[in-house]
DNA sequence: CTAGGGTTAG
């Protein structure tokens, strides 16, 4: 750098080639150094490119130094403002930047069409952006930006981001030209907050509909849990010949994951190869959720592997995927992995790692787990993480020591917390309990009908029929209807869905044939129907017609009938898979060899030659 | 120097 001290020809010209080069906090000191002594930095344009540069660096201070400067600079004009705005905002000071702003309008420095863009994605950043928002919209009209096409839209955003989708509305219907942005950012307000046949309806109304509004449509969707509806958009927009980039893809993926929908995620995975596309963060941490949550672990660890920048989600995923596979010590040692690659762990690492613990019975790992929250991550436990501790501990049967846990939350338990422990009491046959917490869950959650089973299970394990009755009795009474188990088997691209005695389906005679030769070569093969958590008190006989045409049975009939012998059946179950159909999955995969990849509302089952992946704790 | 869409758990 000994060069800059030199006296220059022609100071301008190499300030400011020098200022597009340098990017580190250091050098550009002394460039500011060399500015101040050739006088350079009085001339409003080379101070402006100065801030700018200076506003661009990475390095830790350069912000400080930059508003340093700033203040001190005498020439200061409306893009040194906007400058400063931009960054502070950018640099995550929301309301520094509003401050700035209003020293600017105080010392009456105009604005120009830059200033509102700015502003509003501060305002957007802020923790209640309403009032802020709205002050602005009235600088915008009263300066004559209205017409400004990035500032109204910009404005449009702020407010249909935070919501306040009636406001964007007006916003749109009074703009004299809109354009896709203007389109976009109103269909992705309606979307975000969950007014999908608004957005829908927008949508259908665009004319010249592109990727960002086909995404925000997919987005939508699967944040309203409309994953089937999801993908539909997808393939719609294949047809009508809009190239997906990554940011589409990340959004079908997602859907896909949730369907559990392979062949869909391996054709978008194909997609992405044949572009050669590069797997950034977001798309390498769906690819490998999607594969983990499909059954097909291999090929998600493969996907991780290959992913070159592995941020915190990534991580999260593949410690998620083996976690659900009831690989806890592999999730554990994956965990470790990350912490000596140097990327922190954040709360949804650690929930996922403490359910890895639960699934694989690992209490002291969880203990430990638990005790580095606070001690090591700086972070202070969430409920959830209360809520994966209890599971731990009382799935293991410590009933007592999660009792205790509860008792000393430092904030009131949510009906997770008490349901994991409900759960524990049902399985360790801790029946008092039980059912004072079953109790309790009902009144807590009114409207979920998956707590009135949950205590009439309890009942119905005890031995209490009238009382597990009157409580089923008790939810029909205030209209809660059961959720239906329902399981989908998904063959050459399609998905079929059955719920219990399902008959709906085009092949319902020949499935239920099916089933009934299956059940004949199971008795053979020394099956009983087991019946314990049944919730009625019924003869043997009855009880085994109850489970036997539970939805897993006919997806697994169904999944014999239409795919090739030795192929693996895939089904995905809306709830928990019972203990018969676990006990009968166990030995279909034995009797026919077959390979049947189970992922239930919680956790997988890979039934191999007679035994279960999750070795029969779940 | 300006505005739009994506990721992990429960």
């Known amino acids: 750098m000994a060069a800059l001290l030199l006296p220059l020809p022609r100071p301008q010209a190499a300030c400011t080639s020098w200022l597009d080069k340098c990017s580190d906090l250091d050098g550009l000191k002394q460039i500011h150094a060399t500015m101040v002594k050739t006088g350079l930095v009085l001339d409003a344009v080379p101070a402006s490119r100065l801030l700018a540069a200076l506003c ?37 000071l929301p309301e520094q930047a509003v401050i ?21 994605k501060a305002c957007a950043a802020l923790p209640s952006a309403l009032p802020e928002t709205q002050q602005v919209h009235g600088h915008i009209i009263k300066h004559g930006f209205a017409s400004e096409v990035y500032a109204a839209n910009s404005l449009l955003r702020v407010y249909a981001r935070s919501g306040c989708t009636g406001s964007a509305r007006k916003l749109f219907d009074r703009m004299p030209c809109r354009d896709a942005i203007t389109w976009n950012s109103m269909i992705d307000g309606y979307a975000k907050s969950g007014r999908l046949e608004m957005a829908r309806q927008l949508f259908d109304l665009m004319e010249e509909k592109n990727v960002v509004s086909w995404t925000s449509m997919i987005t939508g969707c699967v944040e309203s849990c409309l994953f089937k509806e999801a993908l539909e958009f997808f393939g719609e927009m294949q047809v009508m010949g809009v190239e997906a980039d990554a940011r589409a893809l990340t959004s079908a993926l997602t859907a896909c994951a949730h369907l559990g929908a392979l062949d869909q995620g391996r054709w978008i995975h194909t997609y992405i190869k044949k572009r050669q596309m590069q797997l950034d963060p977001a798309l390498g941490c769906v690819l490998v959720d999607m594969y983990a949550k499909c059954g097909e672990l291999d090929e998600a660890l ?34 470790k992995e990350m912490e000596e690659a140097g990327v922190k762990p954040n709360h949804i690492t650690v929930t996922s790692a403490l359910t890895a613990c639960s699934y694989a019975g690992m209490v002291e790992e969880g203990r430990c787990l638990f005790e580095r929250i606070t001690r090591e991550y700086n972070m202070s436990p969430s409920v959830e993480h209360y809520g994966c501790m209890v599971d731990v ?30 759960n524990a009491c049902r399985i360790h046959r801790n029946f008092e309990l039980g059912k004072h917490v079953g109790k309790m869950l009902i009144e807590l959650e009114p409207e979920q009908s998956g707590r009135y089973i949950q205590l009439a299970s309890i009942l119905a394990a005890e031995g209490s029929w009238t009382q597990s009755l ?30 219990v005695g399902d008959r709906s ?48 049975k006919l997806a697994i009939a169904f999944g014999f009938i239409s795919t090739e012998p030795g192929t693996t059946i895939r089904i995905v179950k809306n709830l928990r898979v019972c203990a018969d159909c676990h006990a009968v999955s166990k030995l279909i995969s034995k009797v026919y060899r077959r390979r049947i990849v189970m992922r239930d509302r919680a956790r997988f089952h890979v039934f191999v030659d007679g035994t279960c992946s999750c070795k029969d704790y779940w």
């Open 505 to 552: 389906h085009p092949q319902a005679e020949k499935i239920h044939l099916e089933w009934a030769r299956i059940l004949r070569r199971l008795r053979k093969e020394g099956y009983m129907a087991s019946t314990d958590e049944l919730l009625l008190d019924l003869e043997e006989e009855e009880k085994e017609a109850a489970v036997g045409w539970h939805s897993e």
């Open 393 to 422: 501990l009382g799935r293991a049967g410590m009933l007592k020591e999660a009792e205790d846990l509860i008792n000393t939350m430092p904030f009131d338990p949510n009906a997770a917390v008490w349901g994991a422990l409900a």
């Open 470 to 499: 009157t409580t089923r009795k008790l939810m029909r009474e205030r209209g809660v209807l059961k959720l239906p188990g329902c399981s989908s088997i998904s063959v050459k691209g399609s998905v079929h869905e059955f719920v």
């Open 100 to 120: 700035l702003y209003c020293q600017m309008r105080s010392g009456a420095m105009p604005h120009n069409p830059y200033t509102f863009p700015f502003l509003l």
């Open 56 to 92: 661009r660096s990475p390095d830790d201070g350069s912000l400080t130094y930059a508003l340093l400067l700033f203040e001190r600079l005498r020439c200061r004009n409306t893009f040194m403002w906007n400058t400063m705005i931009r960054a502070l905002s950018d640099g995550n």
């Open 302 to 335: 493969s996907i991780f592997e290959t992913t070159r920048e592995r941020n915190v989600a990534v991580w999260t995923a593949m410690i998620a995927g083996l976690a659900v596979h009831g690989l806890g010590r592999e999730a554990l040692d994956l965990f």
